[in-house]
């Protein structure tokens, strides 16, 4: 019997099968029963019941990309808060006062962005 | 028995759960938006409407399957996946009692945050593959709305961690036997269910998805069962995050009389009525206050949340005096976003 460390990851990777497995008897029960009457109307994408112009390719405004460095940003130092979390008690007050001068120092970017506009929706 | 057909049963026995409760909720949420709204909701189908959602599945299946001539096939086609799979992945770690969970893991929470993340990619996948404007329109807005309200929700959890230092779901239920979280981090709390709205793309967050916008956003081109799996993922959705909700807030199954499994699904319920309540009250946001209220308020509320904590179990505070700086700082939250200005109208 292998130990619990893999027991509990393949059932996650049972999960994820019998998950798919789902999704995918869901389609071939729908593929079986419901009708095929393709025409080259249906497989028109949808604009408003007009015919669409152009392809789907539009300009995604520069904003987007903003928040999302932002948020690498903010994401990485979760990554770095959980095992500290755990931890910070019994490391005694000076891990904790680290941790507060290294969120300090990333609300000092926030605040930055916040400062330059980045935040701003517009 | 083996622990190979142990773990299968389990999540099986899980997937059927979770089937019959969406069923069930998706009654549960037409009937009770429908009183809410003084209208019956629906009535024909069965006493009280109750056959409603299966009769709707069962169409669903029946659909004919639809794909635009131009859309990126494996996009298109693999989508329902990447958005179902890491929603269900979520229970395989969310414990309903000590014993009813099927794999209790060490880094439980850390591992919840970790697939819960995923599924935002099948929602991309969907809006770019459809070939679609107002589909690529809504996946860009749901990205920039899941990633932004992420944030909070993840550092609203952090602060359960530091409380309990655990990852482990059941060692921070057990935790809460006599006080659950709730009334130590009412601020974790409001935060937390919050961000989960948003992430659940539920009103007031349901920018992505707006019909009278971007008529219904990335999955405006699926019909039929493709259609009806991101349903189903996002009433899946639900019940997982009111389900993380109840254990590490309000405490599981821990509290007395009601068998523990009977305990978690009165709280995980109760939280899904209020979501619902939510929405059948709340009007939808503009996205320019949406994102304002992730970065301007809630971000560095959630740090708030997690000093106070974090000073509260290094030096020992009586419990009554977080509690009370915190349900403060929730009423300061409520405060300003009571007067919170719109942003500039242009």
């Known amino acids: 019997m292998p130990g619990e460390y893999a027991i509990n990851y393949t059932a996650v990777l049972v999960a994820a099968g019998l998950g798919g497995g789902l999704v ?17 109307e249906k497989a028109i994408s949808y604009e408003c019941g007009m015919l669409p112009m152009g392809r789907f390719w539009s300009q995604i405004h520069v904003r987007y990309y903003i928040f999302a460095i932002l948020f690498m940003i903010f994401d990485v130092e ?35 962005a916040w400062k330059k506009g980045a935040l701003a929706w517009r | 028995m083996p622990w190979y057909v142990d773990i299968t049963a389990r999540v099986g026995a899980m997937l059927i759960f979770l089937i019959l409760t969406v069923l069930a909720l998706v009654w549960l949420e037409r009937k009770f938006a429908g009183r809410i709204q003084m209208r019956l909701g629906p009535m024909r189908t069965g006493y009280q409407g109750l056959l409603q959602s299966l009769a709707d599945a069962v169409k669903l299946l029946l659909k004919e399957d639809l794909r635009p001539a131009n859309a990126d096939r494996w996009a298109f086609q693999m989508a329902p996946f990447v958005v179902f799979v890491p929603i269900f992945l979520i229970f395989v770690t969310i414990p309903f009692s000590r014993e009813l969970v099927i794999r209790n893991l060490d880094m439980g929470l850390f591992y919840i945050i970790a697939v819960s993340g995923l599924s935002i990619v099948g929602i991309v996948m969907a809006g770019w593959g459809s070939d679609n404007k107002y589909a690529l329109l809504g996946a860009v807005r749901s990205a920039a709305q899941m990633i932004s309200y992420e944030l909070p929700l993840v550092l609203a959890l952090l602060g359960i961690a530091m409380q309990a230092s655990s990852l482990n779901l059941v060692t921070i239920v057990e935790q809460q036997r006599f006080l659950p979280n709730l009334f130590m981090q009412p601020l974790g709390f409001t935060l937390f269910m919050v961000a989960a709205l948003a992430e659940l793309h539920r009103s007031p967050f349901d920018i992505p998805v707006a019909e009278s916008e971007v008529v219904g956003g990335p999955f405006i081109e699926y019909s039929g069962i493709r259609w009806g799996i991101f349903y189903l993922s996002e009433y899946v959705n639900l019940v997982a995050v009111a389900a993380l909700a109840s254990l590490v807030f309000l ?25 619902m309540w939510v929405r059948a009250t709340l009007p939808r946001l503009r996205i320019d206050q949406l994102m304002d209220f992730a970065w ?15 000073l509260y179990r290094l030096y020992q505070w009586p419990t009554w005096t977080v509690s009370l700086i915190s349900l403060a700082m929730a009423i300061v939250a409520a405060a300003t976003v009571y007067h919170f200005p719109g942003g500039e109208r242009r």
Not at chain 1, 24 to 40: D, G, M
Not at chain 2, 296 to 310: R, S, Y
């Open chain 2, 296 to 310: 301007k308020i809630l971000l560095p509320l959630a740090f708030v949340n997690i000093f106070i904590v974090g």
């Open chain 1, 78 to 112: 979760t990554v770095f808060l959980y095992p500290w979390a755990v931890t910070f008690v019994s490391l005694g007050p000076a891990a904790f006062f680290e941790m507060v001068i290294f969120i300090l120092v990333l609300l000092f970017g926030l605040a930055y």
């Open chain 1, 24 to 40: 995918a008897f869901l389609f071939i029960i729908s593929y079986l029963l419901a009708p095929h009457h393709y025409s080259e």
């Open chain 2, 251 to 275: 405490g599981g199954w821990e509290w007395p009389l009601l068998p523990p499994a009977a305990w978690f699904l009165v709280k995980t319920f109760a939280l899904i009525m209020v979501i």
